[in-house]
């Protein structure tokens, strides 16, 4: 905080800083600033507090007066996720089992209760499934898609997205041609 008549450090003004959102407003973290004028502030927010867009706002009282400063800042969860299939390669009119195992970034946690978006694109980058879940208590979701009996042969995508993350595998789908067989074939 400065004088705004001369520009000089205000020293022991208080910091009162908030987080507005939809319906609340809560005071996070309050500090005194410091003989540079700079309050050093750490405010952490709820664990559970939704996604979206909230404001921030910093009240400072001090021997000169009274100061209010806004800014927009975005909340989102950041995830680790693990995509898995049950097979690497699929046939016309097979199941492929998607499974999805989510943790947060920070704490490492299970992601549980969160909505999970799968969605599989064929070889020529056609959505041909797509599908939302909620990740269980142990933070995994799944979801499976049964091929049609005539396919776009080649590589598909699978993709999972939870909050701002999205992770990405691919798995073959077509015909398996004899030679294919028994290079797969354990002696």
Known sequence: MRDARNQRPVSGAEVRLSVLGPDMQKELVTATTNSDGIADITAELDEDMPDGDYEWQANVSGSTGKAEARQTVSVTRSFRTMLSTDKPKYQPGQIIHMRALSLDTDTLQPATGRSVAFAVRDAKGNKVFGKSEA????????????????????????????????????????????????SRTCS
């Open 135 to 182: 990740t269980s208590d142990f933070g995994i979701a799944a979801a499976d898609f049964k091929l049609a009996s005539q396919v776009n042969e080649g590589s598909y995508t699978i993709a999972v997205t939870i909050g701002d993350t999205t992770s990405e595998r691919s798995v073959l789908c077509g015909t398996l041609h004899p030679t294919e067989v028994q």
